[in-house]
């Protein structure tokens, strides 16, 4: 059995058997969605602030319409590690677009070309 056991969805955490996700979330059904996997060295996650700059500019090169904020997720990051007592591991951030309709209905992106 896997020793971490708690996660952090839609702005909490929850133990791992209870973590729901919307069956009609994008990021399940399409992919659409973003995410960085980062190093915990000595119980601190290397270069987070990086990840999560790159993290927050895809969200906007996508155009999610929610885009994170990152003072957020590295509140959210800490908690989780913390949570789990992760010193030596790695951390899997994923921001979906969220639950929408069917192929592109309702996604606002930049335009390309």
Known sequence: MDRF?????????????SAQ???TDRGLTLGDAVFETMRVRAGCVI????????LVAASEFLG???VPDTRALSAAIEETRAA???????LRLTVTRGPGGRG??????????
Not at 5 to 17: G, M, T
Not at 47 to 54: D, V
Not at 84 to 90: F, K, L, M, Q, S
Request: hydrophobic share 35%; with cysteine.
């Open 21 to 23: 996700i919307e069956p």
């Open 64 to 66: 999610f319409l929610t």
């Open 47 to 54: 270069n987070m602030y990086r990840h999560l700059e790159r």
């Open 104 to 113: 592109l209905q309702g996604v606002r992106g930049r335009r390309r070309g």
């Open 5 to 17: 056991e708690v996660c952090f969805v839609n702005d909490r955490l929850v133990s791992r058997a």
């Open 84 to 90: 789990n007592d992760i010193i030596e591991g790695v």
